[in-house]
């Protein structure tokens, strides 16, 4: 999973992939797209969602789903996907802090297409977050590993269906400078997830539904025995970001 080159699996962008064959040819674009864009956050225990508004968070996971096959008007595409997920810091409009039950850091994920396309829903918001547009020479292959343990500001909002209330990430941005020096330091640990190499500790510390999901891959069902590993994660200070982040 991870070396001294980086993270190999989230190097593929732009070049092509293991699972190549096995896709429906498309552009990387996410436009149309059916499913889900945005998860929301698994606190444990009663559902509690993120608060509406604009938070500071710190990513401390991205987790390859692997080729899923989506479906889009009778069209049937298989694409690469990830799962980006963010920690927050602050508080409520009630002056609540953004904790959870047993004190923890809120957290909430964004479900993205692996491809750095004009289109695509992955370089929107990173162009947003870091500030600037990505050079030709960083879309050639962007090491999407780069995210952990960097700060931001995250635009919540809700929806409703069934019932629920989902909180979603609607945009992304910097730290602004006067807060770049009032960070909280980082608790979750950073995680990462290879599903072409996995990490089954880690992978057992998912709820059931990205379980699911991930077993849905094409990447996982050709595996016939997952190798069982020591778990991957680095400390949550061990990343400092520059003046652009990443």
Partial sequence: MMDDGGIQWWQTMGCREEYEARATA?????????EMALIAADNGGS????????????????????????NYQGELKAQRKILIGWELFGEDEAGEPLTTDD??????SKRYTLSLSRNARLR????????RAFTDQELRGFDVGNLLGVYCMVNVTHDSRDGKTYSNIASISPVP???KNAKPAGVHPNQTFDVTDPDMAVFETFHDKLKELIQQS?????????????????????????????
Avoid: N
Wanted: proline share 8%.
């Fill in 26 to 34: 498309h552009d990387g674009s996410d436009t149309g797209e059916t």
């Fill in 103 to 108: 004190g923890k850091p809120m957290t909430i």
């Fill in 218 to 246: 094409f990447e996982w069902r050709a595996q016939k025995t997952p190798p069982s590993k020591a778990a991957q994660t680095t400390t949550a200070d061990a990343f400092e970001d520059e003046e652009i982040p990443f």
């Fill in 124 to 131: 929107a918001d990173l162009e947003s977050w870091r500030g």
């Fill in 177 to 179: 400078a006067m807060l």
């Fill in 47 to 70: 559902f509690k969602p993120v608060p509406q508004g604009v938070h500071m968070a710190r990513c401390y996971r991205v987790i390859d789903l692997g080729t899923q096959e989506t």
